[in-house]
C-alpha cells in the first residue's frame, strides 16, 4: 500500500512506540490495517508528486527525436551510448563456449543489458568481458549522464530539449522513482 501522510507523530505506551500517520485515503489505510495479521515492512519517505515526464521517459522521447531525424532505431542509438556512461558494468572473464549463451540470458535483462568483450582471458579458450547494465537501474548520477549523452546527439543534430532547470529537477526525482 502506498499513500500520501500529510503529518506524522509517535507515542508510547506499555506495547513500545507507535508511529501515527494523518493519511490522504483513510478507508483505504484502515482496510489495509485490518487486514494485515503479519509485520509489514514499512518505508518512509518524502512525498514527491509523480511528474508527467520522468527521467527515463524523457531519455526515451529524445531517442525517439534522434531516431526520426537519424533514420536509425531509437533502440541502436540507445545501446551505442550505453559504453559512454561510465561506472555500469561489471567486468568477467568467460569460456568461449558461453559467450553467445552469456549474452542471450544478459539481454534479456533489458535493452541496454550488453556484452562487450574487452580482451582475451589469462586462460586459452576464456574471453574477457564487460556486462553493461541497462538505465533501468542507473542512480541519479548514471542516468544523468546518459541524458547529456543524448542531448548531446541532440544538439549535433538541432533537436531541441529541456533547459538545464528542468533537467536538473526532473533528475532529482529519477532517484526517488527508484
Not at 94 to 102: A, E, Q
Not at 112 to 131: C, H, P, R
Not at 167 to 178: I, N, S, V
Amino acid at each position: 500500500m502506498e499513500t500520501r501522510a500529510d503529518r506524522i507523530n509517535w507515542s508510547t505506551d506499555q506495547e513500545g512506540t507507535w508511529l501515527h500517520l494523518l493519511v490522504e485515503d483513510g478507508q483505504k489505510a484502515r482496510a489495509y490495517a485490518e487486514g494485515a495479521d503479519k509485520p509489514q515492512r514499512v518505508k518512509i519517505t518524502q512525498w514527491r508528486e509523480k511528474r508527467s515526464l520522468s527521467a527515463n521517459a524523457y531519455a526515451w522521447t529524445l531517442l525517439g527525436k534522434l531516431s526520426a531525424a537519424l533514420h536509425l532505431p531509437a533502440e541502436e542509438i540507445y545501446r551505442q551510448l550505453i559504453p559512454d556512461v561510465g561506472d555500469n558494468y561489471t567486468t568477467v572473464t568467460v569460456d568461449l563456449r558461453g559467450l553467445d549463451k552469456l549474452r542471450e540470458t544478459w539481454g534479456n535483462n533489458g535493452k541496454g543489458w550488453m556484452v562487450e568483450v574487452v580482451g582475451a582471458g589469462i586462460k586459452t579458450g576464456t574471453l574477457d568481458v564487460a556486462l553493461y547494465y541497462g538505465s533501468s537501474v542507473y542512480d541519479t548520477a548514471q542516468m544523468a549522464r546518459l541524458i547529456d549523452l543524448i542531448i548531446a546527439e541532440c544538439r549535433e543534430n538541432g533537436i531541441e530539449y529541456l533547459p538545464p532547470d528542468q533537467l536538473a529537477a526532473m533528475l532529482e526525482d529519477w532517484h526517488g522513482e527508484r
